[in-house]
């Protein structure tokens, strides 16, 4: 049961390039922020404090470590669409939930940040040609290059994926 709930939607698994799937996750990325705030709309402290499962963030962790995830993501974009095969930068994802401004910031600053950056990161990707797609990445901690279409596909399924976190934990505790 413990990996159902770490991985409620599956495990992400790239496919091949199309114009359907391109449409189908450049929307993901586009309301994403939206579907956030309807997820954590009217839980109160306590709520937002309760992990997604045992031994998991809570969902105040989870609304920041999106916007730092998606930070990160539109950062590697950028590069790979202005770099060739550009190294990209790692981070300890859980080290981050831990900083300061994870802990005592409202989860409406991570938010607004969610909805600005999404628009930008849209407007940067929905128009690029097929060979756009194709340009690369190197992920260090993977030891191998990736195209800027798997990572659509990994971000696209990363934001749902941590969206169903907190739609599952509310249906579960009846909030």
């Known amino acids: ?3 159902d709930l770490r991985y409620p939607i599956g ?3 790239p496919q091949p390039f199309s ?7 450049l929307l993901d990325i ?4 939206g579907e956030m705030e309807i997820a954590v709309q009217n839980l109160d402290e306590d709520q937002l404090q309760t992990p997604y499962r045992d031994g998991g963030w809570t969902v105040h962790q989870l609304v920041h470590h999106v916007a ?15 770099e060739d095969n550009p190294t990209i930068k790692p981070y300890d994802e859980n080290k981050w939930a831990q900083l300061n401004d994870v802990k005592t910031l409202p989860i409406n600053i991570s938010l607004t940040l969610l909805h600005a950056l999404h628009q930008r990161w849209y407007n940067t990707i929905k128009e690029l040609s ?4 194709e340009r690369t990445v190197v992920h260090p901690e993977h030891g191998r290059k990736m195209s800027l279409w798997h990572l659509l596909g990994m971000y696209a399924w990363h934001g749902k994926h941590h969206l169903r ?4 934990l509310r249906e579960r505790m009846g909030w």
């Open 130 to 133: 097929e060979d756009e797609w």
């Open 30 to 33: 586009k309301f994403l922020p």
């Open 11 to 13: 495990s992400y698994t």
């Open 1 to 3: 049961m413990q990996d």
């Open 165 to 168: 976190h907190i739609t599952a």
């Open 19 to 25: 114009h359907r799937q391109k449409e189908a996750w």
């Open 68 to 82: 730092d995830s998606h930070m990160n993501a539109y950062i590697r974009f950028r590069l790979g669409l202005t």
